[in-house]
């Protein structure tokens, strides 16, 4: 089953849902209508589950059909009905889609009959005219057509007909170009030598490999049996001909008795292979048909003989049932001679690294003055200096395009060569690899074939790439988002979605469609070309106003690149394009982006994916992209509320406006019931919009992920508070929860409801970073203990005016501070930062190593009246890293010592009255600055004589520090 036709049965039982809940109104409103048109309403209702069932079921065999197809887009009237077919599959797509929105409508609104189901109706019925009806028709048609051309059952591999044939005997090519490195590579790694010798008699040499000669081929010979070396790059690079070249040169052919080459291919078949190398090395073609028969006869012919065996081209599929394949193959060649070799090429990462015995060779394109010369000899006939000076001058600036590929140039080259014309040629550099007409044999029908051999849900993850520029750098998340967007990845039981994409991009990481660059990805230019040419009808690149003109009618997915030649009229053409999926604007309209995306909007209503520039307002027309999963606004702009409308896109996963201070959010947020993650430059709720009501706004967003900041929670009640459900989202790993903007003195706020309304929003158990800020109760809430916050690494308090010291609930009444439970403890805190709490008179209860033995980091700052820090534990924080003290006056209590491990970075500031601090006993003489004011120095190696110099202001004087784990001086 493909990956859409399982999205399809899971929009099949959404749709009885809804059925059953439209019946069920039906039934309740019976006394509002007559018998007619009660009868009349139930039979559009049965009408309808009929012909979407029906087109459900229709579903996964167009995919099936599309993914044979595509086998055979060689063939002209193949290639024509293939898009409209995918055409139709893509209407069908998004009926179902609309439907599962008025199905996830009828959730929210709660009511089926009213409004979202007749909506629907009204959207596909017109009179006598049944949209449904229409695209199934479509549909069956189209299927037919192609089943008629023999595709019933297709085979997924090409002809024989358009493959390469590949073959010495067939090189017309006697100079090889640019691959001397290569060349020496490959023959020491063979160890030809270098002057040729005389062969020897090998009758008596026996055979010595990696096993025994007296094995026999029902031995289980391991893989390095044979040393294997591996020649490996992309499609049309030149690893053929540099084989080809080996097996013709002279000391090659010197140093090995037999010389066997043979095209593999896709389809990796262990009897038609042994077969094929017994008729190249007898010159007879194989009687028998027994594979244990021919892997003996291969083992008897080729024993005791120093062998070169040339796989060319080998795919994945030759590691099929566990490599088992492989070795049954390469079973019959442990009876060689010692010295013998086996020499693969491939464009496959996998093979690579499953068969490789020795480094591979990676063959790259050509260097610019070598390929020039290549080219030339393609273009012209010649590598000569008398061609035509225009020409080459064209010539020159189209080289670039072909990135160093010995095909490509081929390819090109026998273009230009027909037309010495500079209009011809100047047409040629005009154009796209993509969009120039291939023979099968040339460079894209041959980056082609690694694409075929894609599963069927890689192929749209890759051909969808196509909508990038060249040289795009993807990242990996980003790339992922946009892919489940899209409708590409489909749930795997447990595994979180985001993991199953990751898998995807890695699968065409390892098949090199995607290369690592300074942490980012890129495509290389030439598959890039294939991407385009495999998705031409459904993805386009605006990069200036004429190409409007080319823009295809059904393009699903579309990418804008700045230019200066488009404006508001030019980009309102786009609505005429009904049937866009994906649309990238890199366009800054300034303010006439929301009158421009307003038209969108309103036209282009099947959306899935918008990212735009630019926009300060979003208009209250986006509420009909019914279908919009993703909206990214990529600058900084200065859009700070979202309209009411934005609460119906049911479909929403992700908002990104990065740069963006997004201050409010609409009442009815909370619909948005599949949104995952909202990135902004600090997502601020604040909860005293709508009179306390606006924590109500993220009340269902259980899918948020990354981090939430809430504002003014001082002025709810706890009730209110618990209405966010926090505890519910399980996705958040930050949470910033903002008692107050501003704070005023601890009189101020004598009576509060601070310690109920925090009590109120418990965070979900998987949290990773807590803030809480200007909090003026007096005791932290219940929740707070470690085993509510099992995963909890950072934690910050700011601003509580109201406590005189922080202990752990529950934990200073029931943990021994000289023991360590399990249950009182914060495992995976490493981070602590407490700043501005004007009242926090001790720590004592806190900084415990018993509480927090994952420590690595403690910041306490502007703490004025802070007196005790239980200092003389601190040696027992193993982890500690940095320790921060600033602008706490009044610490007193380190005269029962400062013990930390030597590696530690210590920096204090702000705090005269440890100058008061008597001499402490030193176990190693190591001195720490210290500063009254201003910055900070750290620890660092010992001074002579073990000390080092201090500054405090205008002073000057020396300032131990005892330190753990050294003798006592």
Known sequence: MSLSATRIISAINECVSLFLSAKSAISSLRSRWSGSQEQSLHDRVLQLQSDLQRLCDTLPAMYHLINGAEWRSYEDHVAKLLPSLKDAVSEAEDLIDEFRWHEMKVQVEGNAIQSPFNDFLDKVIHGNFNKLNDVQLRLNYLSSEMKAMGLRKVTHRFAKSVRPVTTSLLSKETKIFGREKELKQVLGFLNVPTRPKRKRATSSISASTSTSSSNHVNAEPKISSLPVLVVAGIGGVGKTTLAQHICNHQRVKSHFELIIRICVSHDFNEKRLTKEVIESSTGKGAKIDHLDSLQRALYNHVKNKRLLIVLDDVWDDALKDNGRCWEMFCAPFTSVQEGSAMLVTTRCPNVTKAVHTMEPVI????????????????????????????????????????????????????????????????????????????????ILPALRLSYMYLPFYLKQCFAFCALYPKDYKFEKACLAEIWVAEGFVEPQGGVPIQDICYQYFEDLVSRSFFQKVNGRYVIH???????QKVSEHDCFILRNKSDFDKVPQNVRHLYILPSSEFDDSNLLRLCKYTKLRTLICKINLGKGTCFVMDHWCTKLTRMRVMSCAFTNELPDSIGNWKHLRYLEISGTCNLKRIPSSFCWLYNMQILYAKKCKIQSLPTDFDKLTSLQKIG??????????????????IKNLNQIREYLVINNLGILSEDHAAEAKLKDKKCLERLILNMRVALRSAEFYIHNNDTEVLEGLQPPISLKGLFVKNYVGVSLPSWFQPQNLPSLTSLGFEGFVGMKSISFPMISQTINLNE?????????????????????????????????????????KDCKMLASVPTEFFGGFHFLEELRIADCPNILNWQRGLVLPSHIKVEIAGCPKLEEVERMELTERKLLHFESRGSTASVGAPATGGQRRMTNGAASRRWPVARQGCAEA
């Open 820 to 860: 360590t439970h399990a249950i009182g403890t914060f495992l995976s805190l490493t981070n602590i930062t407490i700043e501005k709490c004007e009242n926090l008179s001790s720590l004592e209860d806190f900084l415990q190593p018993s509480y927090l033995p994952g420590i690595k980091n403690i910041e306490i």
């Open 680 to 697: 902004s430059n600090g997502l601020t709720i604040d909860a005293a919009n709508q009179e306390g009501l606006g924590i109500m706004s």
């Open 363 to 442: 063959v790259e394109g050509l260097k610019d003055d070598v390929f020039w010369n290549f080219f030339k000899l393609c273009a012209f006939g010649s590598e000569g200096s008398s061609n035509d000076p225009e020409l080459e001058c064209i010539g020159r600036r189209i080289l670039p395009k072909l990135k160093g590929s010995p095909l490509a140039a081929k390819t090109l080259g026998r273009m230009l060569s027909m037309d010495l014309q500079a209009s011809h040629w100047s047409s040629i550099l005009e154009s796209e690899l993509w969009e120039l007409k291939q023979k099968e044999t040339e």
């Open 525 to 531: 230019d030439l598959l890039h070309d294939m991407a």
